[in-house]
């Protein structure tokens, strides 16, 4: 088992740029593929961004260019960097490990929300 916490999450306004961080506990994430999926009010779940174990990643077309997948393996921690956030970024962020290397979904945390302003 696995805990994720996320954390970083707030109000910004267009333009502008948060970190996202997701610390663990329990397991070492480094045998995990990470990931970050968001959710906006009467939306659907979607994943935004995949980091796996080798270190390559996946972005979501709608955040390519702009957010940065990261993790420290000794830190057990991993990152999701948002750059120029737009109005339609705002949703409820979640962190995720598990064993799928393009849908990994093993382990939640609970979600902080992220919030950008016009």
């Known amino acids: 088992q696995v805990q994720l916490v996320e954390s970083g999450g707030g109000l910004v306004q267009a333009g502008g740029s948060l970190r996202l961080s997701c610390a663990a506990s329990g397991r070492t994430l480094s045998i995990y593929h990470m990931g970050w999926f968001r959710q906006a009010p009467g939306k659907e779940r979607e994943l935004v961004a995949v980091i796996r174990r080798t270190g390559s990643t996946f972005y979501a077309d709608s955040v390519k260019g702009r957010f940065t997948i990261s993790r420290d393996n000794a830190k057990n921690t991993v990152y999701l960097q948002m750059n120029s956030l737009k109005p339609d970024d705002t949703a409820v962020y979640y962190c995720?490990?598990?064993?799928?290397?393009?849908?990994?979904?093993?382990?939640w945390g609970q979600g902080t929300q992220v919030t950008v302003s016009s």
């Open positions: 995720t490990a598990g064993n799928s290397n393009y849908f990994p979904n093993d382990y």
